[in-house]
């Protein structure tokens, strides 16, 4: 895995102002001139547990803490509802590393150290001048059941290559430098509630700014492994016949106030029997009916926890976490990629047959972006420099699994040398707000009826 010696100062100063800034209270650190402030900066932060869901959060978006744990518990009681999961690879993704036109005698002259052999990826069947990355099989096999539609040059016009900037636009879903809120957040302010911070969950030890919101609370989880269920002061066997008292307690009552009491403990005695089984099988994946890669960096369990959240009917809407890996190759390109590429790849596809082994796949669909993707020569350095168009993945079982937008060649770059988008992020987010999530884009999405739309599900 690459180190930061290897990032450009600007991608490490961005990583710092978007830490501090998700710490309530402690301001931000200097940045340059023109710097868009991140989404959600500002919003106050607060503690919260809830004692019947046993999850440790942090409740961002709220003057005060509100009774989260009957909201939380209504929506959870409901319809269920469509998940969408934001999946970032930080520092800017090299498309023509995850994709790559191998035959290509202008791919190999601007990459004489970097283009990779014929050979060494399985060929990408929507476009055969393209292989996959060695790193990326289990996508190919996803793509092969049509569960990935691939969007190999996603991005914007007029492209901003700062790690900052670009990676902002993204997240409040529009090139507006001044926009503070979430394009996710705003879907969440038309429809959610002020009950359920769960709806929007960022699985991190801080807010993820495509989830600020302006009206509703949403939530961060250190880690999907911090379940409990239990009272202050109680313990032991004591804690055992409170805790089996509960589902006597929810039987059906004649009186309606007592009535709708019962039935909150009902479902509260259904969602403690269901996340019991997390603090007790965190050792072995939440109890997933599917092996995750073992690695450092969390993220594998972080998404077998998600897949058991979900699984135990907690009222998730859009969820955002950063994989891991150090995108910003701009040395040493080769082992940095294949190691972040690899340990993702895996670890989504693992997540897919999970939600799949627990009849949940088709409520979710998962969206893999990054800022942007990276210059078509090498720079000397066994790295590339910062680019225009990147490359994107949805992943589902609803996915139509058709590609969106052409690889737009190597012969035909734009002035700076990079690779021309074919497709606009902005049209993606409009897509998937209108046939997925069922809302408004041009709500949600400033000025999206200028974007194009494409049939995302099948």
């Known amino acids: 895995m690459s180190r930061s010696c290897h990032h450009c100062n600007e991608f490490s100063r961005a990583s710092l102002m978007r830490k501090t800034a998700a710490e309530a209270g402690k301001g931000l650190p200097a940045i340059e001139p023109g710097m868009p402030v991140p989404a959600g900066t500002g919003l106050d932060r607060r503690a919260f547990v809830t004692r019947t869901f046993g999850l440790a959060l942090s409740v961002y978006g709220v003057g005060k803490l509100g009774l989260f744990e009957e909201g939380i518990a209504r929506a959870a009681s409901g319809p269920a509802e469509p998940v969408l999961v934001s999946v970032f690879l930080p520092g800017g993704t090299d498309a023509l590393s995850v994709l790559y036109p191998a035959a290509d005698s202008t791919y190999q002259k601007l990459r004489p150290k970097l283009a990779l052999p014929e050979s060494a990826g399985p060929a990408f069947s929507e476009d055969t001048r393209l292989h996959w990355h060695p790193s990326l099989q289990p996508f190919a096999t996803l793509h092969g059941e049509g569960k990935v539609t691939v969007m190999p040059a996603v991005g914007y016009t007029h492209p901003d290559q700062s790690h900052f900037t670009s990676r902002h636009f993204w997240e409040v879903g529009a090139t507006d430098a001044r926009l503070t809120s979430g394009w996710m957040g705003r879907y969440l302010d038309r429809s959610g509630t002020m009950d359920n911070p769960l709806q929007g969950l960022s699985l991190d030890y801080q807010l993820q700014p495509s989830l600020a919101s302006t009206k509703v609370p949403v939530a961060s989880l250190a880690a999907p492994d911090e379940y409990t269920f239990g009272a202050p002061g109680v313990w032991g066997e004591v804690e055992d016949r409170m805790l089996e008292t509960l589902q006597p307690l929810g039987a059906r009552r004649s009186d309606p106030f007592l009535n709708q009491a019962a039935k909150a403990t ?161 049209g993606i987010y409009s897509s998937l707000l209108e046939q997925w999530l069922g809302a408004d884009a041009a709500a949600v999405i400033p000025g999206a009826s200028s974007f194009q739309r494409t049939t995302l599900l099948k």
């Open 266 to 426: 009902a479902q509260s005695d259904r969602l403690r029997r269901q996340l019991a089984p997390f603090a007790q099988n965190s050792d072995n994946g939440f109890g997933s009916p599917v092996q995750y890669p073992q690695n450092d960096s969390g993220f594998p369990r972080q998404m077998a926890g998600l897949a058991a959240m979900l699984a135990a009917k907690l009222p998730l809407r859009c969820v955002a976490i950063t994989a891991p890996g150090e995108y910003d190759t701009h040395s040493d390109q080769p082992k940095a990629l294949a190691d972040g590429l690899d340990i993702t790849a895996r670890t989504l596809l693992a997540f897919q047959r999970d939600l799949e082994a627990r009849g949940l796949a088709d409520r979710v669909l998962t969206l893999v972006w990054s800022e942007f993707g990276r210059r078509a020569e090498e720079n000397g350095s066994d790295g590339t420099d910062h680019g225009a168009a990147g490359s994107g993945f949805l992943i589902g079982t609803r996915v139509r699994g058709k590609m969106v937008g052409e690889f737009p060649g190597v012969d035909k770059l734009d002035d700076d040398g990079n690779l021309r988008a074919t497709s606009d992020f902005r």
